[in-house]
Structures are given as structure tokens and as C-alpha cells.
């Protein structure tokens, strides 16, 4: 059974920091891309951070230089520690597993999302 087990949101003040973090079970962690997406009100789904499995690492431009992400290939885990954040991060934050050996790779296994809520 695969599971993608999220834990970290919260209410916090613009310029505070947050650290999401999701443990994955049922899959070998190893060969499988992580990545954290979000989904504010009224916006499409959108490709926050990526970690790849040859340790190539993405953001989008707006949380360049505030977002980190990480993995522990020991313990089955991600985490993306989320530093200054804004208003303008809002937003429902799912972690998500891809498998790069697949012949037809995609995203498989979603987590069940958790808030993240920045006020000013």
C-alpha cells in the first residue's frame, strides 16, 4: 500500500518560516523524483520544488533563494523548508512521487495536501 504521509502546515506571519515535511511508504524511495506542489484559491496547480533522483534540484522563480528542498533516501522522506515567506505563498501544499524508471513517467502518488496559511 502506498502512502504519502504529509505533516508541517500552519498559520504563520509574513517573514516567518515553515518546514513541510512527507514520508512516503510502499515504493522504493530511491528511484522516484519528489516533488512539492501547491494550489492557491482561484489558481491552477502549480510545481513549487522538484528533487530528482541524480540529486538535480528545481524551484520556480518566485520561492528561488526562500525554498529549500531536501530528501533522506534513509528515512523515506522529503521536506521543503520554507523561509521569509509571503502572503503570496498561501496555499494548499501536496507532496508528490514520480518514478523515473517508468517508460511513461508521470507523477503517481500524491499526498493529501496540507494548508499552509501566511498572514501579513
Known amino acids: 500500500q502506498v502512502r504519502l504521509l504529509e505533516s508541517g502546515g500552519g498559520l504563520v506571519q509574513a517573514g516567518g518560516s515553515l518546514r513541510l515535511s512527507c514520508v512516503a511508504s510502499?515504493?522504493?524511495?530511491?528511484?522516484?523524483?519528489m516533488a512539492w506542489f501547491r494550489q492557491a484559491p482561484g489558481k491552477q496547480r502549480e510545481l513549487v520544488a522538484s528533487f530528482d533522483t541524480d540529486d538535480a534540484t528545481y524551484y520556480i522563480k518566485s520561492v528561488k533563494g526562500r525554498f529549500t528542498i531536501s530528501r533522506d533516501n534513509t528515512k523515506s522522506m522529503v521536506s521543503l523548508q520554507m523561509n521569509n515567506l509571503k502572503p503570496e505563498d498561501t496555499a494548499v501544499y501536496y507532496c508528490a512521487a514520480r518514478n523515473d524508471l517508468a517508460l511513461f513517467t508521470q507523477y503517481d502518488y500524491w499526498g493529501q495536501g496540507t494548508q499552509v496559511t501566511v498572514s501579513s
Open positions: 510502499g515504493i522504493t524511495f530511491s528511484i522516484y523524483t
